[in-house]
T-cell receptor, first 112, second 112 residues
């Protein structure tokens, strides 16, 4: 069984650039959540999407946006990158009615 | 504000020895508590999940305990192996908001 997949695995950007991260949930999972994990810290909630609608948003600036597609895959966009955006970005999916989340391997973003 | 505090922040143990990780939370109302294992640069993988009515749950050499009255949980690793070197994250589900509160993790290093 394929788990949650994310692409790319690593990414290097410079300040001010824009980035798009992609996530494919486990088959049958309709909910996708995005987390930012800075080195040495626990994951911080960014967004949750369910059935293509935003169901939750964490304390992140408007530079962060996301969307979910009809096939339940999702994209996370970050505009005007800052050095502090360097982190591991995790995507997690879950089944309808369950809050157990299955995490992908993450995308390591480095902003120079 | 919901909080999850983990201790110790990091520890080094000899291969074959046991260790116990602590998690204290203030999330209320409480739905369930999970322990995740996260290898460096990878996504978290679920080890155990407990509801408020469960006191202990095992997964191989990992045993989690929960005291919902004192809002404390522990994860005990028996006969540690080198592959146990990872960050162990305590995650508490907020029943009211259906949100997950993450601890910063316990960094465990097992040495031969």
């Amino acid at each position: 069984d394929a788990g949650v997949t994310q692409s790319p695995t690593h990414l290097i950007k410079t300040r001010g650039q824009q980035v798009t991260l992609r996530c494919s949930p486990i088959s049958g999972h309709k909910s996708v959540s995005w987390y930012q994990q800075v080195l040495g810290q626990g994951p911080q909630f960014i967004f949750q999407y369910y059935e293509k609608e935003e169901r939750g948003r964490g304390n992140f600036p408007d530079r962060f946006s996301a969307r979910q597609f009809p096939n339940y895959s999702s994209e996370l966009n970050v505009n005007a990158l800052l050095l502090g955006d360097s982190a591991l970005y995790l995507c997690a999916s879950s089944l309808p009615g369950e809050d157990t989340q299955y995490f992908g391997p993450g995308t390591r973003l480095t902003v120079l | 504000k919901n909080q999850v505090e983990q201790s110790p922040q990091s520890l080094i143990i000899l291969e074959g020895k046991n260790c116990t990780l602590q998690c204290n939370y203030t999330v209320s109302p409480f739905s369930n508590l999970r322990w995740y294992k996260q290898d460096t640069g990878r996504g978290p993988v679920s080890l155990t999940i407990m509801t408020f009515s469960e006191n202990t749950k095992s997964n191989g050499r990992y045993t989690a305990t929960l005291d919902a009255d004192t809002k404390q949980s522990s994860l005990h690793i028996t006969a540690s192996q080198l592959s146990d070197s990872a960050s162990y994250i305590c995650v508490v589900s907020d029943y009211g908001n259906n949100r997950l509160a993450f601890g910063k993790g316990n960094q465990v290093v097992v040495i031969p």
